[in-house]
């Protein structure tokens, strides 16, 4: 079902701009903790993904249009052993063709969001992968799984990924059953958070979290307002004001 939210869709604010434009605004002025309080007080708490996504490097920041994809466990006894290849029909595109092609058709900008049903076994995405999709205009991504060839991954030039491990184990296998279709990612506060197709992705030192679709600019606009408000703040700060002079005039912080 889609998220739930407490306002009118008519009050939400909506920009006419590219998602490679809103991921360097988001980036800009968005960090964890204002992309929360965003979302908090739009009556959004339950998109938070869990702690144990992480990223491969710190300092990572990742941003984007959620493109997601199922994987389902499948034995293979090497790389090229392929059940699923033997049952398509003639003319039919293999699901990990078509997720590259989607990746293809999307506008630049988006994250592939992998739901690997708890499968902890195999890698379940690599370097060459990451260099197909980010040459398509992908932008990072996050794997409820593991990653493997990391060391050329970090070599990329700017391919953000959380994921919950990492293995050089391929063997286990998998297969891809859904592309672009809802799927369901370990939470945090929530034991699933949901993420559907257009969503977007924020995730930085603190964590990811999700940012419903119809949310998005409007989160974006008051990132960048908590963001100027929180320049002044800080800078004041700096200058010397007392302790009286902060919580007068600013509050709680």
Not at 154 to 159: N, Q, S
Not at 184 to 200: A, K, Q, S
Not at 209 to 236: F, M, N, S
Request: hydrophobic share 35%.
């Amino acid at each position: 079902m889609p998220h739930e939210f407490d306002v009118d869709e008519s009050e939400l604010r909506s920009l006419e701009i590219t998602d490679e434009e809103r991921i360097e605004r988001f980036k800009r002025a968005g960090y964890g903790g204002n992309v929360s309080d965003a979302l908090y007080n739009l009556g959004v708490d339950d998109t938070i993904l869990a702690q144990e996504f992480a990223p491969l490097e710190a300092g990572m920041v990742l941003c984007g249009r959620a493109l997601p994809v199922k994987l389902h466990s499948q034995v293979l006894e090497s790389e090229d052993d392929d059940p699923l290849q033997d049952q398509l029909e003639e003319g039919e595109v293999h699901p990990q063709r078509r997720m590259m092609e989607t990746v293809a058709e999307m506008d630049d900008g988006s994250v592939l969001c992998f739901d690997c049903g708890g499968d902890m076994q195999p890698a379940q995405f690599g370097e060459l992968s990451c260099n197909l999709a980010y040459q398509q205009g992908c932008r990072g991504m996050v794997v409820a799984g593991n990653m493997r060839d990391t060391q050329y991954v970090l070599e990329m030039d700017d391919f953000p990924a959380y994921s919950l491990g990492t293995t050089p184990n391929y063997y286990g296998g998998w297969i891809i059953t859904e592309v672009n279709e809802p799927i369901y990612l370990p939470g945090h506060l929530t034991h699933y958070v949901e993420v559907h197709p257009g969503d977007f992705l924020f995730g930085d030192r603190d964590g990811v979290q999700v940012i419903p679709e119809a949310l998005v600019d409007e989160v974006l606009l008051r990132v960048e307002e908590t963001h100027e408000k929180e320049e002044d703040e800080r800078d004041r700060i700096r200058e010397g004001m007392t302790v009286e002079e902060v919580y007068d005039e600013f509050g709680v912080l």
